[in-house]
């Protein structure tokens, strides 16, 4: 969830790499490279919020429909199905991460920013990871079926009601965390974006434009 993190983009070429003699081009191609996310990365984040805001949504209105209807039932069985997806997509997510490096924020955020967006991402990350770690714990301590798009996920723990229950108080405290995570997340998105006018939010939105100061700079 996309953001004031900052990680090394590499400073040079390839030691390999010789420029030719049209070198602005591939000057240009560099530049636009190190000013946005990878698309992967841009899809997987904004995918990964449309998931939590249907997840989220499906389990605080069930109770719009009486217990044991139909109804009811289909929207805890999409917000399982929906939070192992998040589960699915994180992994990904992190594989993007330590693929593809991160583009400079312009101008650079003060390090005390950095050190805080660090701790954000890593609180959010390990969030993404054990929410729907701890449902399908939840799911399978409580004897039921963890369905995933027609197919059946094995129990990862014996049946145990009891444990069940706490499992499922765990995630739901963990669940109002995450509440708090994702507002914070997008306000300091929205901070950088207008009070500190620098390029954090347009480098995983870049559909709201450029400003003329976002190059790196050297």
């Known amino acids: 969830m996309p953001t004031g993190a900052v990680r090394s983009a590499p400073a040079a070429l390839s030691p390999r790499i010789r420029l030719a003699p049209s070198a602005p081009q591939s000057n240009m191609n560099a530049s636009s490279a190190s000013t946005r996310y990878h698309p ?10 449309l998931l939590l805001v249907a997840v989220y949504a499906l389990i605080e209105l069930r109770g719009i429909f009486p217990k044991g209807s139909d109804a009811r039932e289909a929207m805890k069985t999409w917000h399982d199905m929906l939070g192992l997806t998040v589960f699915a997509l994180v ?5 993007l991460r330590t693929t593809f490096s991160a583009p400079h924020i312009v101008p650079a955020p003060p390090p005390w920013q950095q050190r805080l967006a660090s701790a954000m991402h890593l609180a959010l990350y390990a969030f993404l990871v054990v929410m729907p770690l701890l449902g399908w714990l ?10 995933w798009f027609g197919l059946q996920l094995p129990a990862l723990l014996d049946a145990d009601k009891a444990l069940g229950k706490r499992l499922e108080d765990v ?24 009070v500190m006018r620098d390029n954090t939010l347009r480098l995983m939105a870049p559909w709201l434009g450029r400003r003329g100061d976002d190059s790196p700079r050297s």
Not at 91 to 95: P, S
Not at 176 to 182: D, H, Q, R, V, Y
């Open 40 to 49: 992967l990365a841009i899809g997987t984040h904004w995918l990964t919020l």
């Open 91 to 95: 992994v990904l997510r992190l594989a």
């Open 138 to 147: 939840t799911l399978s301590a409580k004897g039921k079926p963890i369905p």
């Open 171 to 194: 995630h739901e405290v963990i669940g109002n965390i995450g509440f708090a995570l994702i507002g914070l997340h997008a306000a300091a998105a929205l901070f950088h974006h207008y």
